[in-house]
């Protein structure tokens, strides 16, 4: 059965984006079949896995307005074992186009539970904000995994989403769990990065990654091409990070 896991921080920012494209693409290169789906109305992760998201019909957003059944936006093989739900700003107007419908925080729990067998891992890279689509994404996950950047604000809106995930664990979901904090942009020349890592250990008693994403130039520069990173640069450090954390992430079964 597939594993659900939502990745989100209602911090912009953070490397959410990254690590949904990447972690997806290392679970991938692992043997795992894997679905992203792509729930942010900026469309990042569609267009970092070099998809042209303004040229593409079927969407997540049509799915959420019940247009289409979710096995209908799934764009097959981007990348070996690794398939996609595209999103495009469209999805912005979801919040308000869903005010009246019927069960709306569990649209997306029901759409995928037609798929989830034909997967390993479904990923869903949530907006940066507690919406209704973050909503939607928490209710259909097992887990959420939430990336912190290595900087002195860290921990400010965490413990706001935590709140926001144990609600939804009492009201909506109560399989919901913290799958865990990952650092993302952890800079090893500068202290600050090492203080918030000591600063949120001593301050959270939740499950941290050992894996550390660094500042990777590499990393910055995949998106762009349409890349995730083990494929872009697959030696470089950002690559053998995501690695890292897919390994983790796998043992956590």
């Not at 059944?69 to 912005?92: H, Q, R, T, Y």
């Not at 034909?118 to 869903?124: E, F, H, K």
């Not at 897919?246 to 043992?251: D, L, R, Y």
Request: net charge negative; proline share 4%.
């Amino acid at each position: 059965m597939g594993r659900i896991i939502a990745i989100a921080n209602q911090k912009g920012g953070v490397g959410k984006t990254t690590t949904a494209i990447n972690l997806s693409a290392c679970l991938a290169e692992a043997g795992q079949r894997v679905l992203v789906i792509d729930i942010d109305p900026q469309g990042n992760t569609t267009s970092g896995l070099g998809v042209m998201k303004d040229e593409i019909e079927n969407t997540v957003y049509e799915v959420m307005l019940q247009e289409i059944g979710m096995e209908d936006a799934i764009i097959k093989g981007v990348f070996d074992n690794l398939d996609i739900v595209p999103s495009n700003v469209n999805l912005a107007g979801a919040e308000i186009d869903l005010i009246d419908a019927e069960d709306r925080e569990y649209i997306l729990k029901n759409e995928i539970g037609k798929i989830k067998s034909g997967y390993d891992y479904i990923i869903l890279d949530c907006p940066p904000s507690l919406s209704m689509l973050t909503v939607n994404a928490m209710t259909a996950a097992n887990t959420v995994l939430v990336p912190i950047q290595c900087e002195y604000y860290a921990l400010e809106g965490l413990t706001q989403l935590i709140h926001t995930i144990n609600l939804v664990k009492k009201k909506l979901n109560p399989e919901l769990e913290l799958e865990g904090v990952v650092f993302t942009m952890y800079d090893s020349r500068t202290n600050l990065s090492l203080q918030v890592v000591e600063n949120v250990k001593d301050n959270l008693n939740q499950t941290i990654y050992k894996t550390i994403i660094p500042r990777n130039i590499r990393l910055a520069e995949a998106p762009s091409h349409g890349l995730p990173i083990n494929i872009y640069d697959s030696k470089s450090a950002g690559a053998e990070s995501y690695r890292m954390l897919a390994q983790e992430v796998m043992g956590r079964e």
